[in-house]
């Protein structure tokens, strides 16, 4: 996306109050919005009512979003900024991802950054969500992407295996510079309840030419709408390691990862996961492109409870084309597939939607 900058004279920026003193500062406006029709179905269940509908919605390529964010050069190398961004269901007019989102879900943060690096405070991205977005052809779309919806999705709406969100409250994060090609980043979401329970994260990527790697890692403790927050002595391991070249005529992708959960009771919440996906964009044409994705997701259960073993997979075939420089159309097909070690069998769910996404 192209953000609108917006260069303002320092006595103006010091009027509103945005800006101490007489250091320049630049604003920008940005976003993304992403609309779809389609005929959509996800897996279900032999003899229940099947789950297709046809419908306008939002957010399958990309979740809409609305954001301002603001630099401002200190002198000396230092520089500060702030972040703005706010989710948009643009089928509805709605805000947010759920009506459980906070306004500034997406990101609300003040940051400073030197050669040394740079550091975050507030509402951000998780550095895991960050490096499953980065190791698969689709992104970070949900609708979409069979690895961010096995990973942030699983069963339903965001209630899936990962118990966190893509986003942490009250975090701070440190990003190391670019060291070779290496980069580093730490980040600690403070849970701030009586349980005084924290979550920690780590990420380290290299990339080199046309390849690169990188992994992430959470121990989550804490959680927040709209994920259910975990008890005293409740918490979820998570790490995921993906890669990705550019051969040229296609990019490649892959990706692997597991969670752990410890210290739940509820039979549903008794459950280990691992999972892989891979995944191509090919070009085809100066504006076109071809993105094949696969993922699969096996869920064993780990506790006494009745949740069975499940095998989840996830194929999307989709084509882009670039109508402008901020304008896409697109157009894919997705198969979401459910087996169950025991219990009643499920049918397997196709979708098919048509969308277009802008970005200003």
């Given at each position: ?8 004279p ?6 509103m109050?945005?800006?101490p ?22 897996s ?21 979003f609305?954001?301002l964010r ?11 900024g ?57 992104g ?8 961010i ?46 349980d ?45 390691l ?11 992708f ?48 780990t ?7 499940t095998d989840?997979?996830?194929f999307?075939?989709?084509y ?20 169950r070690?025991?219990g ?6 196709h ?10």
């Open positions: 996306m192209s953000p609108k900058k917006i260069f303002a320092a006595a103006l920026l010091a009027l109050g945005l800006a003193g007489v250091h320049a500062q630049s604003l920008s406006m940005y976003g993304v919005i992403d609309i779809t029709a389609g005929s959509f179905q996800t279900y269940q032999e003899g229940t009512v099947n789950s297709r509908a046809t419908k306008v919605d939002g957010n399958q390529m990309i979740t809409s609305f954001g603001g630099t401002e050069d200190l002198g000396g190398g230092l520089k500060a702030f972040m703005l961004e706010s989710f948009l269901r643009p089928d509805i007019g709605g805000s947010g991802r759920t009506g459980a989102d906070v306004f500034w879900a997406r990101a609300a943060n003040v940051w400073l950054e030197n050669s040394l690096g740079k550091v975050v405070v507030g509402r951000q991205g998780t550095l895991l969500f960050t490096n499953t977005l980065s190791y698969n052809p689709l970070s779309a949900f609708g979409l992407s069979p690895a919806r096995l990973t942030f999705l699983g069963g339903g709406p965001l209630a899936g295996n990962d118990k966190s969100d893509s986003g942490f409250s009250n975090a701070i994060s440190y990003f190391t510079p670019n060291l070779s090609g290496f980069t580093g980043a730490v980040q600690v979401q403070f849970g701030e309840s009586a005084e329970d924290t979550t920690y994260a780590l990420s380290a990527q290299y990339k080199a030419g046309p390849f690169s790697i990188g992994g992430a890692w959470q121990t989550v403790e804490s959680a927040e709408a709209p994920k259910a927050n975990f008890a005293a002595g409740q918490k979820q391991n998570f790490g995921t993906g890669v990705s070249y550019d051969a040229g005529f296609a990019r490649l892959g990706q692997y990862g597991e969670f752990r959960n410890y210290g739940f009771t509820a039979s549903a919440d008794q459950i280990d996961t691992k999972l892989f996906t891979l995944g191509a964009a090919v070009p085809v044409s100066k504006a076109g492109t071809v993105i094949a994705a696969y993922g699969q997701s096996t869920e064993e259960a506790g006494t409870g009745t949740t069975p073993d989840h997979t996830v999307t075939l989709a882009t084309h670039g109508l402008s420089k901020r304008t896409t159309a697109y157009a894919a097909y997705m198969m979401d597939k459910e087996d070690a025991t009643p069998k499920f049918k397997t769910g979708t098919y939607l048509v969308g277009v996404r802008h970005a200003f």
